[in-house]
């Protein structure tokens, strides 16, 4: 393995995970408080989408561990990364 390799190794990029998304007016937004329930449209349910660098890479789903701490199980990785 190269030094350049061992170098990328420890390098960290951001990894997003998203619920779901969609667009609301901002006369809606406005009258949000707390306890409010927002839609999400684009959403399926257990199921959150990968982000890394502003492209989606792929899906999971959110599970809770015996430390009541959340993690993601892979479900699909996208070929290529589309």
């Known amino acids: ?31 949000w408080r707390k306890g409010t329930i927002v839609t999400l449209e684009e959403s399926k349910v257990n199921v959150v989408t990968m982000n890394i660098g502003g492209k989606e890479i792929g899906e999971g789903r959110i599970l809770r561990n015996e430390k009541s701490e959340m993690d993601l199980e892979i479900t699909d990785i996208y070929a290529g990364n589309e």
Do not use: C, F, H, W
């Open 1 to 31: 393995m190269s030094n350049t390799d061992e170098k990328l190794k420890n390098l960290y990029i951001e990894l997003q995970v998203l619920i779901g998304r969609d667009s609301k007016p901002i006369e809606e937004i406005l009258a």
